[in-house]
């Protein structure tokens, strides 16, 4: 079980989980919105992308989070974390300065932004109490790159990632690494390929690294949240995530 190093104030459980749904259904819209401002659909980007980039896309991807699991946590002791907003602009700024150059630069830039969003994860461990230098909340932090992604619309997928666990262990977390990192390059391999469009590669890049920073902390919000109102109100992991499920589902009903 993660540990609690700070209990913050005990939460209400109905009016928490309706928090988190909206939370979880207003994830990702941005993302969308600024492909289709590009004028490209979201399954035709990874074809702009040469095959050589292509075909080292996933192992360049489980690469930089392997490396992103070491930077981000060192980074902590020297930067502390920082509100959302402010995180959502220094994100946008390297995109921008990864779209700069197009597939290059952008290349370039991948590690650094997977850091980046792997630090923005551990500090909203932080915030809901959850000490982000264990082994097990760091095991967490990986697994929210496990959602569907902004680009997806499989709820199924992206709330059973909450629910996914493994025995803790250095091998462990290399094999989620591993299995998640396939999912997370298709979401980067695009925003490789909006990057390299001729002129609006900055202006892509910026947007979409704005658009993820947003998706991913409000997926880690999601995530860790649930993981403490489990602990507060002593119920199983998984009867939360069913609950949250219930919630989102009643929130798509209200729309109708």
């Given at each position: 079980?993660?540990?609690?190093i700070?209990?913050?104030?005990?939460?209400n459980p109905?009016?928490?989980l309706?928090?988190?749904a909206?939370?979880?259904?207003?994830?990702g819209?941005?993302?969308?919105?600024?492909?289709n401002t590009?004028g490209?659909q979201?399954?035709?980007l990874?074809?702009?992308?040469?095959v050589?980039v292509?075909?080292?896309l996933?192992?360049?991807?489980r690469?930089?989070?392997t490396q992103?699991?070491?930077?981000a946590?060192?980074s902590?002791?020297?930067?502390?974390d920082q509100?959302e907003?402010?995180?959502a602009?220094v994100?946008?700024?390297m995109?921008?300065?990864?779209?700069?150059?197009?597939?290059?630069?952008?290349?370039?830039?991948?590690?650094?932004?997977t850091?980046l969003?792997?630090?923005v994860?551990?500090?909203?461990?932080?915030?809901?109490?959850?000490d982000?230098?264990?082994?097990?909340?760091?095991f967490?932090?990986?697994?929210?790159f496990?959602?569907a992604?902004p680009l997806?619309?499989d709820?199924?997928?992206d709330?059973a990632?909450l629910?996914a666990?493994m025995?803790?262990?250095?091998?462990?977390?290399?094999?989620?690494?591993?299995?998640?990192?396939?999912?997370?390059?298709?979401?980067l391999?695009?925003k490789?390929a909006a990057?390299?469009?001729?002129?609006l590669?900055?202006a892509a890049g910026?947007?979409i690294n704005?658009?993820?920073?947003?998706?991913y902390?409000?997926?880690?919000?999601?995530?860790?949240?649930?993981?403490r109102?489990s602990?507060?109100?002593d119920q199983?992991?998984?009867?939360?995530v069913?609950?949250?499920?219930?919630?989102?589902l009643?929130?798509?009903?209200?729309?109708?």
């Amino acid at each position: 079980m993660n540990q609690i190093i700070v209990v913050p104030d005990p939460l209400n459980p109905e009016d928490e989980l309706e928090r988190l749904a909206r939370r979880y259904k207003a994830a990702g819209g941005m993302g969308i919105q600024v492909l289709n401002t590009l004028g490209t659909q979201a399954d035709g980007l990874l074809n702009r992308l040469p095959v050589a980039v292509q075909d080292q896309l996933t192992e360049a991807t489980r690469a930089a989070l392997t490396q992103a699991l070491g930077a981000a946590s060192r980074s902590r002791g020297v930067v502390p974390d920082q509100a959302e907003w402010l995180n959502a602009t220094v994100s946008a700024a390297m995109g921008a300065a990864g779209g700069f150059g197009g597939l290059p630069t952008a290349l370039a830039e991948l590690p650094v932004t997977t850091t980046l969003l792997l630090r923005v994860i551990e500090g909203v461990a932080e915030e809901y109490g959850f000490d982000a230098s264990t082994a097990s909340v760091r095991f967490d932090c990986i697994q929210v790159f496990a959602a569907a992604g902004p680009l997806e619309h499989d709820d199924g997928s992206d709330i059973a990632f909450l629910s996914a666990r493994m025995a803790l262990s250095g091998a462990a977390m290399q094999a989620m690494i591993t299995r998640i990192a396939p999912r997370l390059a298709v979401v980067l391999g695009q925003k490789l390929a909006a990057q390299t469009v001729p002129v609006l590669g900055a202006a892509a890049g910026a947007a979409i690294n704005f658009s993820y920073t947003k998706y991913y902390t409000d997926m880690a919000h999601v995530h860790f949240g649930l993981r403490r109102l489990s602990v507060e109100a002593d119920q199983p992991h998984e009867a939360m995530v069913e609950r949250l499920r219930t919630q989102v589902l009643a929130l798509k009903a209200q729309q109708k």
